[in-house]
Nanobody, 117 residues
């Protein structure tokens, strides 16, 4: 059984930092492309960042230079380090694991990030 669990969300002031974690089990983690997405109230779910099996990263323009995605295959965990947070970063953040060849696609339950003074 595959389990995907995010953690690390919370309330932070503008300009602050948070680190999100996403731990997975039940899969061969190193074979999956990993991603973070976010969904603000009333809006669609948007891509934030991805990291491939080889470690290549991709970011939404709105978070470039502020967010960093990384993976630790030994711990079956993907991270999203967020700095210089803005009010517009407020959203539920979701972890995604995708294996394009197998067609597997898994989501976590989401973790709330609120940036407010």
């Amino acid at each position: 059984q595959v389990q995907v669990v995010e953690s690390g969300g919370g309330l932070v002031q503008p300009g602050g930092s948070l680190r999100l974690s996403c731990a997975a089990s039940g899969i061969t983690f190193s074979l999956y492309t990993l991603g973070w997405y976010r969904q603000a109230p009333g809006k669609q779910r948007d891509l934030v960042a991805t990291i491939t099996t080889g470690g290549s990263t991709n970011y939404a323009d709105s978070v470039k230079g502020r967010f960093t995605i990384s993976r630790d295959n030994a711990k079956n965990t993907v991270y999203l380090q967020m700095i210089s947070l803005k009010a517009e970063d407020t959203a539920v953040y979701y972890c995604n694991l995708r294996h394009s060849r197998l067609g597997s696609n898994y989501w976590g339950q989401g973790t709330q990030v609120t940036v407010s003074s």
